[in-house]
């Protein structure tokens, strides 16, 4: 800035934009030192969080489809001491800094990055370059004090002209926590509603001062004002009053913009059945990481943390809302239509799922055009209408169809001898009458889905001697009672495959094994401790003195059993188990485990060439169960083993240079103005051409 320039406030502009103003000097020396930026963003009155007391009250349930209560409850405590933007700051004209704009310590949005509200070493040169990669606008919570500079920033003709490609990063992220900000606001705005708007008999109560529900008209009044739907605003109040008094951290959060209004919704959502003393619980588990979550990472989090936090109201919910299940449709905005089912029993879903999935593989095997999404779609079809998509055969010798029934293969319905319900069903004639469902072909499916799907079970849930949340792949968490239901379903399938996984205490996969059916003569000995350094899950009895799981006192299904085989496993694994189904005929299976790579590598699956085989693939798949880009979720099963270093430039193919990388982070990669290295065996980090960078741990499994 010209030396000449006058300042009202020390550190601050009088009014901006100015002239001379927009342009940054050549020297990139300093505009302001750092005691000015400071005293400017830091001005803090010390803000204490309000007491984690409060008297809980009944849950008054929201309507189907918004997963919100009107519980009354919780005053709780802030997430970080606030501070609030200073006194007589100026923002851009005539705006002030406003007040109660609060930092969330050890949290801020964006993936993959580490919490700071601390300024990085380097240059500040100015609004524009304070919001650098780590720079004190990069880090400040959002508010008018980061909206004035970006404001700035952006010029007249709004192309930022002034701002490297870190510093617009910067900026995008700025104002992405200033909208959030924004909207934190107006929801505190519509809890002020609420407290001017109780309902008959329901006085202001607790820290927050909220009644426990609010005049019926409230909403008639906020959807008129704001051009929305009753549903909507109805949405909207219940949201407010959980964040003042259920979700006192996720309130906090968003009101310094670290979360935004979607990470908020899901937050609540996944909260709702949760009285007030438990929902703090359960953010408490996931706030300080909520920021950097992908929406889909942050719903399985706050899925799992309810499920940790109230095992049994989880599995209540789950059998509560059966009773909502349906199959809704409607127009898609493109003209064609769409058919959903809800609420429906996840065994069942997983077994559709599979056969929905086997019958697009014939269709594709016939010579149908598609992806396999689109062969799904037809698919599903076929098997809701009873009828079979695949081309007719060619004409006969006799210029007729090669089979009565117009399909490859005779009446069978197909060269394999199969139509979309199975053996004899070749899809001929007029389609399967309405009705409630058209019953699967015995045979064709085995009783049970095949357990294929990465069921991921804390051993001591499987063995009913805990209730830790599982993990279903494409479902998410599951609460413990479901995941044992699963895992016995799959194990009535003969086809049904096991691995096993220990993890470290961050929930990381440090050893692996696959079960394999165990030799007729092997022996049942004990004499190891399990992976982990606990008893022997089968061999003792469970805390409480309870029988051990299959034994009396079990329900009446088949028992799984988890024991030391007192056989030597790989050298530096965690020795060889002996897994037990309980199902009669069935034999044991030994499941001996191999260390997985995370800090250090001794290279012992290295392969020779380029592919990685087998167990290197799978071993990389278990170590990461996504893709390896920051945000990305595509399961690990469905990506490329990805060499860090190319093979052909002398990388190893090995745990320590690669990782499942799907094809469009794997073309990124590739890119010049793009860098992906792997600093450990287990992490990867992401250089953008902005220089900033985005950090991929290993997999966190339930522990």
Known sequence: MPSGAGWSVPGVPDEFPGEGWRELPPSREDWLTEEQWVAWLSSVEPEEPPDDEDEPGPDRPARPGIARSRSRGAKGTGAGKGARAGKGARAGKGARAGRGARVVKGTRRGPGQPGSACRLPGESPGPVGAFGTGQLLDTAPGGPVVFGQAEHAAGDDARFAAATDDELTGIICGLDRTEAAACAL???????????????????????????SWHEFTEVELADALAETRYAADGMLQLARDLEVRLPGTRAAFRSGVLRLAKVEIIARATAHLDPEEARAAEALVLGRAGRLTPGGLRAAIKRAAIEVAP?????????????????????????????????????????????????????????????????????????LGRDSRPAPPAGPDGGPGDPDGRPGGPQGGSDGEGPHGPGDGGSGPPAPAGPGIPPTPGVLPTGFAGRLHLTIPLATLLDLAERP?????????????????????????????????????????????????????????????????????????????????????????????????????????????????????????????????????????????????????????????????????????????HNIPYEAGGRTCLCNGGPTCRHDHRLKQHPKWKVEQITPGTFRRTAPSGRQYTTEPTRYPI
């Open 186 to 212: 107006k929801h505190a705005a519509v809890a002020e509603l609420i407290r001017r708007s109780p309902d008959d008999g329901c006085p202001l109560e607790g820290p927050a001062q909220m009644p426990a």
């Open 470 to 642: 599982a993990e279903m792949a494409g479902l998410g968490p599951v609460d413990p009672a479901l995941a044992r239901d699963l895992a016995h379903a799959a194990a009535a399938n003969p086809q049904t495959s096991y691995c096993v996984t220990v993890t470290d205490q961050q929930g990381h996969a440090i050893g692996h094994g696959c079960a394999r059916p165990a030799p007729k003569n092997h022996t049942r000995t004990t004499g190891h401790d399990p992976p982990g350094g606990h008893d022997p899950p089968g061999g003792h009895d469970p805390p409480g003195g309870h029988d051990p799981p299959g034994g009396p006192g079990a329900d009446s299904r088949p028992g799984f059993t988890f024991t030391a085989s007192g056989d030597d496993g790989p050298p530096g694994g965690y020795g060889t188990w002996r897994l037990s189904t309980g199902v009669p005929g069935r034999p044991d299976l030994l499941i001996a485990f191999d260390p997985i790579a995370i800090d250090t590598c001794d290279h012992r699956f290295e392969a020779r060439g380029h592919d990685p085989g087998g167990k290197l693939r799978h071993l990389a798949q278990i170590r990461h169960a996504t893709c390896t880009g920051p945000t990305c979720r595509r399961p690990s099963t469905q990506a490329d083993f990805e």
């Open 312 to 384: 049994d109201k989880a599995r209540k919910q789950r059998e509560d809302e059966r009773r909502n299940a349906r199959v809704q449709r409607w127009m898609e905005d493109s003209g064609n239509a769409a058919l959903m089912g809800r609420e429906l029993p996840p065994a069942d879903v997983l077994a559709a799922d599979q056969r929905i999935t086997w019958w697009a593989k014939r269709l594709k095997a016939a010579g149908l055009d598609g992806d396999m999404d689109q062969l799904r779609a037809l698919a599903y079809m076929d098997i809701m």
